[in-house]
Each structure stands twice: as C-alpha cells, then as structure tokens.
C-alpha cells in the first residue's frame, strides 16, 4: 500500500478526525460502510501481531530451562515460527507491527495467563511451558524466574503493547484490524491434536464476532487466486483479540498461518532459495487485503 492511498487530502485530516473520535469506538462497520462516508486514516489502522518469531533466550532465564544446548536448539527450532517477522514486514502507513522480543519458550503471549482457561495447559504448555512439544521437561522443578515473573517481565509490556496500538485506531479510525501472523509445521508436532489430514498450504483463523464472511471470503479468494491450498481454523483455531475489544465489532481480526514447507527447510532452519520471492508475494497479497477492507470500510 503506497502512502498517498492512505492519507486524507490536505486541510480535510482535522475536520474529519473530529468526527472520528466521536464515532470510535462504538462504531457498527456495516453500517459505516452503508453511510457512504470516507473516514480517511489518522493513525496505523493494521496491527500485524507476531508473536512466535524470535529464538531469544535471554541469559538470566536459560539456566531455569533443563535441556542440554543442542536439544534446546532442536525444540527452538521446533516450536518457532521462523522468519515470520521477516516475512511479515510490511511497512506500509497504515501498518503497525507488535513483535515479541523472546521465545515463546520462555514465555507464550498467546496463551491465557489464567490455567482454568488454557486448554494448552494440561499439555504443561500454558503461558510458561514446563513441558517440551513431545512432553519432556523443559523447567526445573521450582524454576526462577517464577510464572509471574515472567508474566510481569514478558506478558503484560507485550499485551499492553498491542492493547494500546488497538486503541489508538480505535481512537482515530474509529475500527481496526488485527493480523495475527503464525507458521506451522507441515508435519504436526507430538503435543498437537489433529486429525493427521494432509496439512493447508494456508490456515486462516476466525472468530465469529470479529472475522465477517466478507472479510473472510476475501483473504480466502486472494490466496486462492495464488495458487495457495487454504482451510479454516485448521490446524489451528482462532485469532489473538486483547480481552476487552473481544465482541466489539469494530476491531476486526484474523489469523495468518504459513505452513513452513512453503519457505524453508524444517529440519534445518534454512531458507528455501525461493524465500524473497515467497516474502514479496505475501505483501503484495497483504495489501490488497488490506486495501480491500480500507474500501469497504471507506477509508479510502
Ligand atoms: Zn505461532
């Protein structure tokens, strides 16, 4: 998406910013869109969330994690999802990125911190693992840092992050839209339940109240039209919305999952030789997807 696509003419930005804030928030997308009404963009409308990414392991929790170097290298690789922050760098305006700075091994920001409600739990893989992808220890009994160490360290700043990047469009757009960006393996890991099907080249995540079959259908087509295979909410369910936008038809959602097979080789880590090729077209298909919700919800 080019700069001048997103911004509101010269002179017009105040007047319709006032409107904005009156309207944000609350706002019903359809009937936004129905009004006929141009509500051009004031601050990033995108929140590409990407939470799996990194491999860090910072120095003062490494010695809390049992596994020798080399099988901690193989579960890191294992359980990351590699080079999404790269394929997902899209640095268009209307786009802000939300990041997590560690492996999710030493902390998952998106699981639930409260057990009762994270399924994964039971696997000993809720917000803090103790347990590896194939159910080995991966803690020392009575590790430090605590659970809610971690959580102050790690968990709250990234959800507060991601929080406030949310209301700031909300604030000035009046909507936003969460892209929750994920790999998987092309072949499921021993801690996943799955039906043991041939896996999607591209699994999109929805819920009901945030994901609309318009919006749906579209990501859908465009991928389809890539020549990608694609299934819903498998593998994997769902999309990351903070707790209290959750039901608040203003922020839309979806999650994005790769499966790794279409850009690197999952035994070593490696990029495939087609990885710039693969990364392009995924922006270019994000911002048409992008430039095709701003339309519909006229926002240019
Ligand atoms: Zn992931």
């Known amino acids: 998406m080019r700069q001048k696509d997103v911004r509101a003419p010269p002179g017009l930005l105040g007047r319709e910013r006032s409107r904005l804030v009156r309207v944000g928030g609350t706002t019903n997308l359809t009937s936004q869109a129905l009004a006929g009404t141009i509500f ?120 507060n992050k991601l929080e406030i990047a949310v209301a700031e469009s909300l604030r000035d757009n009046g909507s936003c839209l969460i892209l929750d960006c994920h790999s998987f393996p092309s072949v499921p890991l021993p801690y996943e339940s799955c039906s043991g099907k041939t896996r999607p080249g591209i699994c999109l995540g929805t819920v009901p109240s945030q994901t609309p079959e318009w919006f749906i259908q579209e990501a859908e087509r465009l991928f389809r039209v890539k020549g990608f295979s694609v299934a819903q909410n498998d593998p994997f369910e769902g999309v990351l919305v903070p707790d209290r936008y959750q039901g608040n038809a203003s922020v839309l959602a979806l999650m994005i999952e790769i499966n790794r097979s279409l850009y690197m080789d999952e035994a070593s880590g490696d990029r495939l030789p087609g990885f710039p090729g693969f990364k392009g077209l995924l922006l270019r298909l994000l911002e048409d997807l992008i430039d095709f919700v701003l339309k519909q919800l006229r926002m240019i």
């Not at 860090?56 to 596994?67: D, F, T, W």
């Not at 790269?86 to 492996?103: G, N």
């Not at 920001?109 to 809720?126: L, Q, S, V, Y």
């Not at 659970?147 to 102050?152: G, P």
């Open 40 to 159: 051009p963009m004031t601050a990033p409308f995108v929140v590409l969330h990407i939470p799996h990414s990194s491999t860090v392991i910072p120095a003062h929790v490494r010695p809390s994690l049992c596994l020798p170097d080399k099988d901690l290298a193989r579960e890191t690789l294992l359980m990351t999802d590699q080079c999404t922050d790269e394929l997902f760098d899209c640095q268009a305006e209307s786009v802000t990125r939300v990041v997590f700075p560690v492996s999710r091994l030493v902390l998952d920001p998106e699981r639930f911190t409260d057990d009762a409600k994270e399924p994964m739990a039971k696997k000993g893989m809720g917000v803090v693992y103790t347990k590896t992808s194939d159910g080995k220890a991966l803690r020392r009994p009575g590790f430090v840092p605590t659970r809610a160490e971690l959580i102050e360290e790690f968990y709250r700043p990234h959800h």
